[in-house]
Every structure is written in structure tokens, then in C-alpha cells.
């Protein structure tokens, strides 16, 4: 039961903005970063945090540019997209949509 309850909190959450500062002249957020960068907004949006955030690599500091990702929370997989809205400097902004369970 806690397992629906937590992936129902975490499909219920649609969208945030986020941001990494990166130090390169092409903007980037590293995997690791970007991970944990969402892991901590899905924890401050629903209140729950994820057991695991898993990207398949490094997100190009370009608007528009998609991953695909997946959350795991109590036994439950939940794929989510990340998309960049804007680049400001070294400063990659994006949104993170966790889709319907």
C-alpha cells in the first residue's frame, strides 16, 4: 500500500524548475548532478523522497533538449522526462514531468 501511495505522490507531480551551475564553456549538468538535483525537487515538491533517480548520462545545456529518466519509490518504477528551459550563463534551468502512474 505505502508503495501505490508514494508512486501516486510522485505521478502527481508534474512539473519544477531546476538548475546546476556548470563550469564549462558548453553547459552541461553531469548524470550524478543531475540525479541528485531531482531527487532533491521531487523530495521538496511531494514531500517523499525517491529511493533512486536514475538519467542515462550527461544533460547538453540546450533549450529544449529531453532525457528520459526513471524514479524508484517503495518497489515502484515511474519514468520521468526532463526537459532544459532555458540556459543562463553556466546555469542549465529545466523542468522535471514524472508521468501518470
Same mark, same amino acid.
Given at each position: 500500500? =505505502?508503495?501505490?501511495? $508514494?508512486?501516486? $505522490?510522485?505521478?502527481?507531480?508534474?512539473?519544477?524548475?531546476? %538548475?546546476?551551475?556548470? &563550469?564549462?564553456?558548453?553547459? /552541461?549538468?553531469? /548524470?550524478? /548532478?543531475? /540525479? =541528485? %538535483?531531482?531527487?532533491? !525537487?521531487?523530495?521538496?515538491?511531494? &514531500?517523499?523522497?525517491? #529511493?533512486?533517480? +536514475?538519467c542515462?548520462?550527461? $544533460?547538453? &545545456?540546450?533549450? &529544449?533538449? @529531453?532525457?528520459?529518466c526513471?524514479?524508484?519509490?517503495?518497489? +515502484? @518504477?515511474? #519514468? $520521468? !522526462?526532463?526537459?532544459?528551459? %532555458?540556459?543562463?550563463? +553556466?546555469?542549465?534551468?529545466? #523542468?522535471?514531468?514524472? #508521468?501518470?502512474?
Open positions: 500500500m =505505502k508503495a501505490i501511495v $508514494l508512486a501516486g $505522490l510522485f505521478a502527481a507531480f508534474f512539473a519544477a524548475g531546476c %538548475s546546476v551551475e556548470i &563550469g564549462s564553456t558548453t553547459p /552541461e549538468v553531469k /548524470e550524478s /548532478e543531475l /540525479e =541528485k %538535483s531531482v531527487k532533491q !525537487t521531487l523530495t521538496e515538491q511531494v &514531500g517523499q523522497t525517491p #529511493d533512486a533517480i +536514475d542515462p548520462g550527461d $544533460l547538453a &545545456g540546450k533549450v &529544449g533538449t @529531453t532525457m528520459r526513471t524514479l524508484a519509490a517503495g518497489g +515502484d @518504477t515511474l #519514468d $520521468l !522526462t526532463v526537459t532544459v528551459t %532555458s540556459v543562463e550563463g +553556466d546555469t542549465v534551468n529545466y #523542468d522535471v514531468a514524472v #508521468d501518470p502512474a
